[in-house]
């Protein structure tokens, strides 16, 4: 998905009804879904005795497709979702 989000798209992530209950944008990305994403995994490649390690990243999951999105892809969903939905875009940053 890039910033060209269709209506199909925007209704799957999110219906009317629940994007209203949000106050700004704000609240929308703090209350979506976190994720944790493995990096690097070292389990398996490593020689007996030796430790493995695994990195990960956690973040919010604005197009609740399982991976964690990036602060511009958020805000640019969010933007399309009030587009779509006729609300009035409330920033609202803490």
């Known amino acids: 998905?890039?910033?060209?989000?269709?209506?199909?798209?925007?209704?799957?992530?999110?219906?009317?009804?629940?994007?209203?209950?949000?106050?700004?944008?704000h609240e929308w990305i703090i209350k979506s879904p976190k994720v944790t994403n493995i990096l690097e995994d070292t389990r398996g490649k490593v020689k007996k005795g030796e430790k493995w390690k695994t990195k990960t990243t956690t973040g919010f999951d604005c197009?609740?497709?399982?991976?964690?999105?990036?602060?511009?892809?958020c805000i640019s969903l969010y933007q399309a979702?009030?587009?779509?939905?006729?609300?009035?875009?409330?920033?609202?940053?803490?």
């Open 1 to 25: 998905m890039g910033n060209d989000f269709s209506t199909a798209e925007l209704e799957k992530i999110m219906n009317k009804e629940s994007f209203t209950k949000y106050n700004g944008m």
């Open 63 to 73: 197009n609740r497709d399982g991976k964690v999105d990036g602060l511009e892809n």
């Open 81 to 94: 979702l009030a587009k779509n939905y006729h609300v009035k875009i409330n920033i609202k940053l803490k």
